[in-house]
Every structure is written in structure tokens, then in C-alpha cells.
T-cell receptor, first 113, second 113 residues
């Protein structure tokens, strides 16, 4: 069974540029999560989707971050414009429901110059 | 406030030696407890979890953890470390039955040949 797939794995951009990350969850998993992992820190939840609905986006900085999960499967996280402080690893995870074990993807490492 | 503390940022052990990684938490009730491992360039993989019952939990890759309510601890152990165990280890806590995990800052394990 394929795990959570994320792309790209690495991205380097200049500040003020837009960037997007893509996540394909495990087949059949209704819940999808985006996490931010700063260097030397544990992951922090940005947003959680139940199917196509964002049910918890309280930690998402909405002035520059946006996310979507059209059709309740794949998801995209966007930053526009990117700032130097956005350099981090962005992890996607999925679970069958919100009370089940979360499976993590390999992450996208973003570097903003 | 809810929090997770991993007091050791780095730990170095020799291959074949025993290992104990510490995790302390602050939580209002008995939470769900987890240990994840993250190898370089990889996502987080669940090693083990504690929900209730027997306080000694067995996980994958020969790891175990013991929940000690009186000490608010959930330390991870392995009797004999292998070179492939070199990675970063994260302890996490969450309310029972929900997705809101709080991760510690991680412990980076180095294994000497």
C-alpha cells in the first residue's frame, strides 16, 4: 500500500515569491493534515480536513497561507508571498478518521532566500 | 497548559548499548501518548502508542515505552541499539480520541559503531 505522497521534496525560492506544496493521502483516508516543522522542533498542526472541508484551520496564518482539498482527496498548501521565516519542512499526514493513527509523508523542505 | 518535554536534545550511544529517551508531559487528564521516529529526509513513523491498560507498551523495531502516571513520563527504551536506529525521536501527547497531538522538540540519536 502506498504511503502519503508529497511533492516537491525540496523547494528553494526567493522571498515574496509564491510556492505550493502537494499531498496525496493514503487511499481511503478521509482526514488530512498539514503540519509545519521548524528546524529543531516538533511538527505543529496548520490545518485539518475532513473530506473536502477544513474543520480546523485555527493555526493557519491566513494572511499568506491557503489550502484546499478539492474532491476530498489530494490537497495543496500555498504560501503567497513567502517570507524568510517560512523556511521549514511542511508535512502532510492522513488518517482514516480524526481519531485514528496519523500516517506522515516525507515532507517538503522549503528554503526561502 | 499542555506541553511535552524531551530534555535531551542529542544522545550518543554505542551500537549494542541500551537506550532510554525521556519524555515528560503536562496534561490535565490521562492523554494518549505516542513515540515517533523520523529518519533524515523521511516523514514520521509511529513506533508505539499508549491509550490505556498495561503501562508497558511494546512497539516496532524492538522499542518499548513505559507510562508512569506519578511521574508524568513516557520514556522510550531499547535494550540493544542498532546503527540503523540513528534518527530523531519525537514524543507526542493528545487528548483521548482526537487528533490534536502536541509534539516534543525531539531527541536526535547518534549511534557509534
Amino acid at each position: 500500500e502506498a504511503g502519503v505522497v508529497q511533492s516537491p521534496r525540496y523547494k528553494i525560492i526567493e522571498k515574496k515569491q509564491p510556492v505550493a506544496f502537494w499531498c496525496n493521502p493514503i487511499s481511503g483516508h478521509n482526514t488530512l493534515y498539514w503540519y509545519l516543522q521548524n528546524l529543531g522542533q516538533g511538527p505543529e498542526l496548520l490545518i485539518r480536513y475532513e473530506n473536502e472541508e477544513a474543520v480546523d484551520d485555527s493555526q493557519l496564518p491566513k494572511d499568506r497561507f491557503s489550502a484546499e482539498r478539492l474532491k476530498g482527496v489530494d490537497s495543496t498548501l500555498k504560501i503567497q508571498p513567502a517570507e524568510l521565516g517560512d523556511s521549514a519542512v511542511y508535512l502532510c499526514a492522513s488518517s482514516f478518521t480524526s481519531s485514528n493513527e496519523q500516517f506522515f509523508g516525507p515532507g517538503t523542505r522549503l528554503t526561502v532566500l | 497548559a499542555q506541553s511535552v518535554t524531551q530534555p535531551d536534545i542529542h544522545i550518543t550511544v554505542s551500537e549494542g548499548a541500551s537506550l532510554e529517551l525521556r519524555c515528560n508531559y503536562s496534561y490535565g487528564a490521562t492523554p494518549y501518548l505516542f513515540w515517533y521516529v523520523q529518519s533524515p529526509g523521511q516523514g514520521l513513523q509511529l513506533l508505539l502508542k499508549y491509550f490505556s491498560g498495561d503501562t508497558l507498551v511494546q512497539g516496532i523495531k524492538g522499542f518499548e515505552a513505559e507510562f508512569k502516571r506519578s511521574q508524568s513520563s513516557f520514556n522510550l527504551r531499547k535494550p540493544s541499539v542498532h546503527w540503523s536506529d540513528a534518527a530523531e525521536y519525537f514524543c507526542a501527547v493528545g487528548p483521548s480520541g482526537t487528533y490534536k497531538y502536541i509534539f516534543g522538540t525531539g531527541t536526535r540519536l547518534k549511534v557509534l559503531a
